[in-house]
T-cell receptor, first 114, second 115 residues
Framework: AQSVSQHNHHVILSEAASLELGCNYS??????LFWYVQYPGQHLQLLLK??????LVKGIKGFEAEFIKSKFSFNLRKPSVQWSDTAEYFC????????????FGTGTRLTIIP | DTGVSQDPRHKITKRGQNVTFRCDPI?????LYWYRQTLGQGPEFLTY????????KSRLLSDRFSAERPKGSFSTLEIQRTEQGDSAMYLC?????????????FGEGSRLTVL
């Protein structure tokens, strides 16, 4: 069975700081990887995804993530955060074996101080 | 609004009562998913439909839980004889297929509080 670990439960940064949120997964086969974001009072929405190819993927709002297969990691980064990035961020994995199930991590709450 | 809609947004019930949640997916999406999210946790997969067929169910979905998607459009999730442990946010999502688009579109959820 697959699992996802997000070690940072709550991160507090000042505007313009750089961001890196950790995500590690556990699964023996090939996976698809995702980051979802939930802004306050809103529904979950896709930030970016990795299926194959270039391990550095770019998403919306200046976010990017790098898939490092040897480390089973898919960390989320942004060079300069804004107050509007305050949200909860979830890493998720889907095994490439025909199922439609996403396994989510426990999430990281990001608070940006103006 | 043409997104995924869920109803009711919040339900408070007494232990032992039955509750039903409804989800209306994005109209062109043939796949519909139910997830459950408790405080401090990420969403956990419950079940999914392709059109009207329920293709996968999690072991989290005990026999008190039943989901349907008649005619492949809206879906209902019923919980019978609710327990306090059922208190959670129930999320519905739809897609054209995780493998096709890699994206689930989530609704805002139905929050269940069991007293």
């Amino acid at each position: 069975a697959q699992s996802v670990s997000q070690h940072n439960h709550h991160v507090i940064l000042s505007e313009a700081a750089s961001l890196e949120l950790g995500c590690n997964y556990s699964y023996g086969g090939t996976v698809n990887l995702f980051w979802y974001v939930q802004y306050p009072g809103q529904h979950l929405q896709l930030l970016l995804k990795y299926f194959s190819g270039d391990p550095l993927v770019k998403g919306i709002k200046g976010f990017e993530a790098e898939f490092i297969k040897s480390k089973f990691s898919f960390n989320l980064r942004k060079p300069s955060v804004q107050w509007s990035d305050t949200a909860e961020y979830f890493c998720a994995v889907n095994s490439v074996s025909g199922n439609e199930k996403l396994t989510f991590g426990t999430g990281t709450r990001l608070t940006i101080i103006p | 609004d043409t997104g995924v809609s869920q109803d009711p947004r919040h339900k408070i019930t007494k232990r032992g009562q039955n509750v039903t949640f409804r989800c209306d997916p994005i109209s062109e999406h043939n796949r519909l998913y139910w997830y459950r999210q408790t405080l401090g946790q990420g969403p956990e997969f419950l079940t999914y439909f392709q059109n009207e067929a329920q293709l996968e169910k999690s072991r989290l979905l005990s026999d008190r839980f039943s989901a349907e998607r008649p005619k492949g459009s809206f879906s209902t999730l019923e919980i019978q004889r609710t327990e306090q442990g059922d208190s959670a946010m129930y999320l519905c999502a739809s897609s054209q297929g995780l493998y096709l688009t890699g994206e689930l579109f989530f609704g805002e959820g139905s929050r269940l509080t069991v007293l």
